[in-house]
């Protein structure tokens, strides 16, 4: 059973671009939902996380959309760079992050020049 | 603070082989978690621990043991070790709590076994 679905597998932006990654969970008792970055040979490493007393977070470029009725949340990477090439992971947790996470299977972002 | 460190980087076991990866984390942080990373699947949840002392079992707990003795430290036992469970192994720590950047999970540098 899979808690937490994540769309597109893979996702090739051009440079300065909007990228843009979907997840959907099924679980009500979630109220945590971060995103993790990570680089080839590296640990994921936490982006940016909403709790769902909110619609949008924004850090930076970075941006999360959460619609509570519809049970889904994106990553949104706006002006987006060659850098931030790498796979993104949504998940959620329940207690406000202190359960572990249940990760969705990870999108591979390529941001063409 | 070096954060989540973990040993070996890379390790080859043939099968029926036993290891234990090590993790250690110097922030303090009570929970631990160990997570395995298949292709294309994402990262499932072995075990994990809440405290000195406790431990549970996650998604996929079968083929390994851990335990818990001290805050610091949570190795990752595997006995009669299988192809399946050739993997990119992850520790991951966190300080419970809300608000801010609290719950957030730190995860090591991985430790990727092949098992022949």
């Known amino acids: 059973q899979q808690q937490v679905k994540q769309s597109p597998q893979s996702l090739i932006v051009q440079k300065g671009g909007i990228s843009i990654i979907n997840c959907a969970y099924e679980?009500?008792?979630?109220?945590?939902f971060p995103w993790y970055q990570q680089f080839p040979g590296k640990g994921p490493a936490l982006l940016i996380a909403i709790r769902p007393d909110v619609s949008e977070k924004k850090e930076g470029r970075f941006t999360i959309s959460f619609n509570k009725s519809a049970k889904q949340f994106s990553l949104h990477i706006m002006d987006s760079q060659p850098g931030d090439s790498a796979t993104y992971f949504c998940?959620?947790?329940?207690?406000?992050?202190?359960?572990?996470?249940?990760f969705g299977k990870g999108t591979r972002l390529s941001v063409i020049a | 603070n070096a954060g989540v460190t973990q040993t070996p980087k890379f390790r080859i076991l043939k099968i029926g082989q036993s290891m234990t990866l090590q993790c250690a984390q110097d922030?303090?942080?009570?929970?631990m978690y160990w997570y395995r990373q298949d292709p294309g699947m994402g990262l499932k949840l072995i075990y994990y621990s809440v405290g000195a002392g406790i431990t549970d079992k996650g998604e996929v707990p079968n083929g390994y043991n851990v335990s818990r003795s001290t805050t610091e430290d949570f190795p990752l036992r595997l006995e009669l070790a299988a192809p399946s469970q050739t993997s990119v192994y992850f520790c991951a720590s966190s300080y419970p709590g809300t608000g801010g950047r609290l719950g957030e999970q730190y995860f090591g540098p991985g430790t990727r076994l092949t098992v022949t």
């Open positions: 998940a959620a947790s329940m207690f406000s992050g202190n359960t572990p996470l249940v």
């Open positions: 679980n009500t008792a979630f109220d945590y």
């Open positions: 922030m303090n942080h009570n929970y």
